[in-house]
């Protein structure tokens, strides 16, 4: 059974850093693209950002640009989202989200999700 694990949320500031983490286990997690996900309360689960396997391509929703940045580290089975200048309209419940193929920004396409952590970004 895959399980991911989402870790490192919690509340922080306006300006402030966080770093999410997301730990695969029953996965071959070298093969898998990486995302996370977000969902904030009345809107629609949306892509926030993806990693391809080999870790040489990623891509970012436009708001978070330059701001955030994911990461693996393979011999960990570890995906990480590094959170900086966070804001207000960050808050939400991000999720990790696993796939065998190449990366996508639709969740619908994604096979394998952890249990989400909440963010909770105060003014």
């Known amino acids: 059974q895959v399980q991911l694990v989402e870790s490192g949320g919690g509340l922080v500031q306006a300006g402030g850093s966080l770093r999410l983490s997301c730990a695969a286990s029953?996965?071959?997690?070298?093969?898998?693209?990486m995302g996370w996900f977000r969902q904030a309360p009345g809107k629609e689960r949306e892509f926030v950002a993806a990693?391809?396997?080999?870790?040489?391509?990623?891509d970012y929703v436009d708001s978070v640009k330059g701001r955030f940045t994911i990461s693996r580290d393979n011999a960990k089975n570890t995906v990480y989202l590094q959170m900086n200048s966070l804001k207000p309209e960050d808050t939400a419940v991000y999720y990790c989200?696993?796939?065998?193929?190449?990366?996508?920004?639709?969740?619908?396409?994604?096979?394998?999700w952890g249990q989400g952590t909440q963010v909770t970004v105060s003014s």
């Open positions: 989200a696993a796939r065998y193929n190449g990366y996508v920004v639709n969740f619908r396409m994604y096979n394998y």
């Open positions: 029953g996965l071959t997690f070298s093969r898998a693209a």
């Open positions: 990693i391809s396997w080999s870790g040489d391509n990623t």
